[in-house]
């Protein structure tokens, strides 16, 4: 199910078009980017971004952007490397063609789970991507929901966090089911502080599971720290990439009493076996944002994905405007107390 734009709440303030304001799109989700300049009265701008023989990508802008605020959108999905190597070039084009300021609307950040050495040897590669950006010419990054929040740090330019937190805390009241029956579960230590926040919003209890990870991409779920019998669980995290940990941690839910498993995930990375897994779990709704395009009709009817381009609009408005975006989000707030 996707949440369909007429359904969307509208913007607070009306919205006069100006010639210096422009959206542009990359490849890797250009309907999300034709949603955020619907909900903004806009329209994206005419680009021309195409492969040569050899795989290299070539950018031209067809029209004027002197002088204009432009933001370009662009999640870092998969096929990640191109998605980056091509929002770069489309940086570097708008740079040289003399646009005011480059703002780099990222509502997925690529290679952000390896933001620090856990062990010997190995790449910081959300440090290495920021560097990248702000080599290639964006003045400003706006983000959503990073995986570690400490990746603004990375960045020597301006980052806007904004998270989806209303998106998915909405839809899981609009369920009607009695917060006393339901607990917030994070799937591990790390997502805790996130979750804490999720559970004051819904105002229900707090669970958190145990995980190990001995593997590379690969973690175990051990125990619930935490009353989860027959209460309805909800687990929220940023990322679902093979599904393992979450699949995981919905079986372990369940052995431990749980009546129904609810997953929240901002961005559904959806890798390998995830889909599969997904839709043998016992999750009865596994509820993603369209930060990442998916194929909803070839994913299973468990799997429902709502739109952020409200949230995202509101923030380039803001952007532009030289408006205050934290003030959006409350959550940003209370997750830095």
């Given at each position: 199910m996707v949440l369909e734009l007429e359904d969307l709440p509208k913007l607070e303030r009306s919205i006069t078009p100006t010639h210096d304001i422009k959206l542009?799109?990359?490849?890797s989700n250009p309907k999300l980017s034709q949603e955020i300049a619907d909900y903004l009265g806009t329209s994206v701008g005419p680009m021309v971004v195409k492969n040569f023989a050899d795989g290299e990508i070539y950018v031209q802008v067809k029209e004027s952007v002197r002088g204009d605020d432009v933001f370009i959108i662009q999640p870092l999905c998969n096929p990640v490397n191109e998605n980056l190597m091509e929002l770069l070039i489309i940086i570097d084009a708008f740079k040289r063609a003399s646009a005011?300021?480059?703002?780099?609307?990222?509502?997925?950040?690529?290679?952000?789970?390896q933001d620090r050495k856990t062990s010997g040897r190995e790449a910081i590669t959300a440090k290495l991507v920021a560097d990248l950006l702000t080599t290639a010419g964006a003045d400003r990054v706006l983000a959503m929901d990073l995986h570690t929040g400490q990746i603004q740090g990375f960045f020597n330019i301006l980052v806007d966090h904004i998270y989806a937190t209303s998106i998915l805390v909405n839809?899981?009241?609009?369920?009607?089911?009695?917060?006393?029956?339901?607990?917030?579960?994070?799937?591990?230590?790390?997502?805790?502080?996130?979750?804490?926040?999720?559970?004051?919003?819904i105002g229900c209890s707090l669970a958190i599971i145990d995980k190990r990870r001995d593997k590379h991409n690969e973690a175990i779920a051990n125990h619930v720290i935490g009353d989860v019998t027959d209460k309805v669980c909800v687990m929220f995290d940023d990322i679902i990439d093979t599904a393992g940990t979450i699949c995981g941690a919905a079986k372990l839910l369940k052995e431990n009493g749980a009546r129904e498993v609810y997953v929240c995930a901002t961005h559904p990375v959806f890798s390998g076996p995830a889909i599969e897994r997904l839709s043998s779990a016992p999750i009865k709704e596994c509820i993603v944002t369209n930060t990442i395009p998916l194929d909803m009709s070839k994913m299973p009817s468990n799997i429902k994905q709502l739109s952020v381009a409200p949230l995202l609009g509101q923030a380039i408005a803001r952007i532009h405007d030289d408006e205050s975006v934290s003030s959006l989000f409350g959550f940003e707030k209370e997750m830095s107390v």
């Open positions: 542009f799109s990359g490849r005011k300021t480059i703002t780099a609307v990222i509502p997925y950040y690529g290679y952000a789970r839809y899981i009241k609009s369920l009607n089911i009695n917060p006393d029956d339901i607990v917030a579960v994070s799937p591990d230590t790390g997502g805790v502080q996130r979750t804490r926040y999720f559970a004051k919003q």
